[in-house]
């Protein structure tokens, strides 16, 4: 949805994925040349390929520091805590992203052979030293100048009582403007829904603002510029944020207050319906790969998909999602939240005692740190809401005009499960403003794709579809009468 809910490098396996680590290089010693330059990899996560880079620059004094960068999921320039090498063996710690590699230099000095260790998963990160690292091409983002204006804005959420921190974009001529919010996919987003090099939210603003709509997108909570907690945050919650841009953009004399309407991606898209019911003053919804289905239903198609992808068998698929379901009969139905934690770390546990002797090594030393990160997941209060809430409630009661979009290849909101509901929700609701549409070869970023796999998105060069583009302004423009 980034339901996935990104984190860099963090390989998020619920409970059983009957998916096993490649077995490690072996370790042999060898005389270690310098290990200044830039070191590339690549990850293999199930479902992805991740490119990383190593940076590494040596002091006066011989003293090893650098720079790690993730290319595909366009993270640049994070510290490296630790550089160590002790005759060919060589060891890099990241504590912003709790990560360590380790590995052994070869004779030559051109390659290491180890394994990169986060979130209780080791995999294989072979490196070789390149001469530049790879840069990531993304034709569709805007230069400067902009042919409109664009202002860094603050406002508060008076009810919770946080400041949220945004960009508002704004034509140049033509005042008062309709306007539009983005609200992102799941997962702590910046303003631009920045993911695998990717800014889906910076390009749709570009658009529809050469298109004669003002656009608002913001920091998630507790994310950039914006205050607040998001760890104890729901989807209700991002709601009131997003209510508390609405009454903003009212205060803007450049802005028709009748004419405001909201873009959500993902979990945005179920905020959405959340803030039209509650905000009847809304213009209009636009649901890019919204759900209309509840969080369960949409995290087993996930999980399922992310296990083909990654070659389990349909046995290992049957035991992940049998171990899921009993997580989420506990997050249900268990009140008492140490109760909960308590019986979700049993199920975890139990999970892990059948791995076999090489999926247990890959999480050898690292079993209580995967445990803990494993339920502290499951029982967030996001969570909770995320599998207990039931989008087609909220969609009954929406009364203003929605557009329905999903690609046709996305595999993470699958059109044929959610579109139908969405729609059927609508109008059993009463409304008869819908419009509803798959489109053909796009995935969940509404990229041109080949299979919509996750592993696609960074590849593709494509941040969002012409076609895309192009159906979200022309509905925008006839619901808003501006040309």
Not at 44 to 59: E, S
Not at 102 to 123: C, F, H, M, N
Not at 175 to 190: E, H, K, M, N, T
Not at 289 to 298: E, H, L
């Amino acid at each position: 949805m980034s339901t996935m809910r990104t984190r860099v490098f963090l390989v998020a396996v619920l409970c059983c994925l009957g998916w096993a680590p490649p077995a490690g290089a072996a370790a042999g010693e060898a005389k270690a040349p310098s290990l200044e330059g830039a070191w590339l990899g690549t990850l293999k996560v199930p479902g992805m390929d991740l490119r990383v880079v190593f940076n590494i620059t040596a002091k006066a004094d011989g003293a090893l520091s650098g720079t790690l960068d993730s290319p595909d999921q366009g993270a640049t320039g994070i510290a490296l805590s630790r550089v160590s090498r002790e005759n060919g063996r060589v060891t890099i710690e990241v504590s912003a992203v709790h990560g360590r590699y380790e590995g052994t230099l070869s004779a030559d000095g051109a390659e290491v052979s180890g394994k990169w260790t986060q979130g209780g998963i080791a995999l294989d990160l072979p490196l070789k030293r390149v001469k530049e690292a790879p840069k990531l091409q993304r034709p569709q983002e805007p230069k400067r100048p902009y042919p409109y204006r664009d202002e860094e804005v603050t406002y508060p959420n008076t009810r919770d009582g946080i400041t949220l921190a945004g960009t508002l974009t704004m034509p140049g001529a033509g005042a008062p403007f309709p306007a539009v919010i983005l609200i992102s996919g799941s997962g702590q987003q910046d303003r631009d829904e920045s993911v695998f090099g990717h800014r889906p939210f910076l390009v749709l603003a570009d658009y529809l603002t050469r298109r004669g709509i003002a656009v608002l997108r913001v920091d998630d909570r507790g994310v950039g510029g914006s205050q607040g907690d998001a760890a104890q945050a729901t989807s209700a919650d991002f709601a009131r944020d997003v209510l508390a841009g609405v009454a903003y953009l009212k205060t803007r004399q450049e802005i028709d207050p009748t004419r405001i309407g909201l873009i959500g991606h993902s979990e945005g898209g179920l905020i959405a319906p959340l803030v039209a019911t509650q905000a009847r003053d809304v213009a209009f919804i636009v649901l890019l790969a919204g759900t209309g289905v509840p969080g369960d239903v949409i995290i087993e198609k996930q999980i399922a998909n992310l296990l083909q992808t990654g070659g389990a068998d349909q046995t290992a698929i049957d035991a992940a999602l049998a171990a899921q379901r009993r997580v989420y009969e506990i997050v249900k139905n268990e009140a008492d939240p140490n109760r909960a934690k308590e019986k979700v770390r049993a199920i975890v546990q139990e999970s892990l005692a059948k791995l076999d002797e090489k999926q247990k090594e890959a999480l050898r030393g690292m079993e209580s740190h995967y445990l803990d990160a494993q339920v502290q997941a499951a029982t967030s209060p996001w969570f909770r809401f995320f599998i207990t809430h039931d989008p087609k409630t909220v969609l009954r009661r929406v009364r203003c005009p929605v557009l329905a979009l999903n690609g046709e290849l996305d595999k993470q909101v699958l059109s044929q499960d959610n579109l139908p509901a969405i729609e059927q929700a609508l109008r059993e609701g009463g409304n008869t403003r819908v419009t509803i549409r798959e489109l053909p070869g796009l995935n969940h970023l509404f990229q041109t794709a080949k299979t919509g796999n996750v592993d696609e998105y960074a590849r593709i060069e494509e941040t969002m579809s012409p076609r895309a583009l192009e159906t979200v302004a022309q509905w925008i423009e006839a619901q808003t009468g501006r040309k």
